[in-house]
């Protein structure tokens, strides 16, 4: 077999990853100063660090051959199971997440390194079953693959990170030749568990009046009786489709049991959800609901953002940042404090240096060499894409707050390293395209 070279490597896609990363250190380190010029915290000195031994790891993933990790992905997936229960009983809580293991300031964030997990055994999986994904039975276990650790990230309960994970599940399940009214069921079901969700709370604090239709879900009396229809309908028009062959059975069956699943999800999301996530959704409906309090992030954010104009007010010269207006600011916000002082020309960088590697990403796992590689490359790219889109969302308040941070920028060690290993095996899987 042909050795693997150095000058094999995609250094588009490297390049504008170590660009990424500098410009995060950048921010973080803006993020740090006072409006008087005071530096208060060492964030930018761990960030480096942390983005010198992502490009380790970064480096390590590149050359270890992914049919490697194929093998061992039963034993990832299993190992990052194990931590995550681990963490959902003596784990460290921070900002109203079990989400962390380690010592004092020093620790890592199992929920993202899942991400990685779950791609690399479903990519195993999908490649196993072939064309069975568009079996039903074979598609559902598939989602179960991608439900456990989301669940177990649910229950610490830290929901924007679990809100990646069905992205990647259904782009992956999409490249591998599932049945499309499937990958809708999911998305159908999940929109309207959102929905139903959230109802309670926009009904009281926007609407200002009840509706008609939710006296049915959160009146327990009235609950049962149409859980008990949505059930009776399924049945009948399931027997009906097995005994007469009908489509029109199906269908009725179908959306019934979309129904069923958003309403028996919203029971069981509103049990798990509290109450600042529930209104994470609804500031981002209209943020003057609670300014001075659940919406204080968002406006802040789109002020900072908008106040930055064409060209900026120039690297350490914003005032949102400086002033600590924005919270969570070299996090969740970071690309607010780019945009305040690199302006509209500032954040138009960073879309296309990461559009080069959605764009690099995508090429790479359309040449890829087998459909595990193939599978892989896509999970990755949804995972990047969907944190971008969120993130940078979010802080222009066309997008819900959802704690996602922006991967390379976003101060922490959990998320560098984990997009830096998936850049990696994307590396990795470009090198070995004609192996």
């Known amino acids: 077999m042909k050795r693997v070279s150095l000058f094999s490597f995609d250094f588009i896609l490297l390049g504008a990853t170590l660009v990424l990363t500098v ?10 100063i006072t409006s008087t010029g005071l530096v208060f915290s060492n964030e930018y000195i761990k960030q480096l660090i942390w983005a010198l031994s992502g490009c380790i790891l970064l480096a390590f993933f590149a050359y270890f051959g992914y049919t490697r990790l194929r093998n061992l992905s039963l034993h990832i997936y299993g190992f990052v199971i194990l931590l ?76 924007g990170t679990a809100l990646v994970f069905p992205p990647i599940f259904l782009v992956m399940v999409f490249m591998a030749g599932a049945r499309l009214r499937h990958i809708f069921f999911i998305f159908a079901s999940g929109a309207l568990v959102v929905v139903l969700s959230i109802l309670p709370a926009f009904e009281r604090l926007i609407l200002g009046r009840e509706l008609a239709f939710f006296n049915l879900i959160s009146n327990l009396n009235l609950l049962k009786y149409l859980l008990i229809a949505l059930l009776f309908i399924a049945l009948l028009a399931g027997w009906g489709y097995f005994r007469f062959k009908r489509s029109y059975f199906y269908w009725i069956l179908y959306n019934d049991a979309i129904l069923l699943t958003g309403v028996l999800g919203s029971l069981a999301a509103r049990m798990v959800l509290r109450d600042y996530q529930i209104m994470r959704l ?23 953002v908008g106040s930055g104009g ?47 590697i959605l764009i690099r990403g995508i090429r790479i796992a359309y040449t890829a060499r087998g459909s595990y590689a193939l599978y892989v ?52 899987i470009y090198q070995r395209r004609w192996r």
């Open 23 to 32: 410009i995060g250190v950048l921010f973080i380190y803006s993020s740090n």
């Open 84 to 159: 995550l229960l681990i963490t959902a009983l003596i784990g460290k809580e921070v900002n109203g997440a079990r989400s962390w293991l380690g010592i004092g300031d020093y620790g890592i964030q199992p929920s993202e390194f899942a991400k990685l997990a779950l791609i690399l055994f479903l990519a195993s999986y999908l490649r196993g079953v072939g064309n069975g994904v568009r079996e039903l039975p074979r598609f559902v276990l598939g989602f179960g693959i991608a439900l456990l650790p989301m669940g177990l990230i649910l229950l610490q309960p830290d929901m």
């Open 282 to 304: 609804i500031i981002f409906m209209n943020p003057r609901v609670d300014p001075q309090g659940a919406g204080w992030n968002i406006i802040q954010s789109v002020t900072a």
């Open 310 to 356: 064409f060209w900026g007010k120039g690297f350490l010269q914003g005032t949102q940042s400086h002033y600590r207006f924005l919270p969570q600011q070299s996090t969740d916000f970071i690309f607010s404090i780019l945009a305040e002082e690199w302006g509209f020309i500032g954040g138009m960088v960073v879309f296309l240096l990461f559009l080069v």
């Open 377 to 428: 490359g896509s999970g990755i790219v949804a995972m990047i894409f969907f944190h971008v889109m969120i993130n940078i969302g979010m802080a222009m308040g066309i997008m819900p707050i959802t704690g996602i941070p922006l991967f390379f920028l976003s101060y922490g060690g959990s998320s560098l390293w984990t997009a830096m290993i998936g850049v990696g095996m994307l590396l990795n």
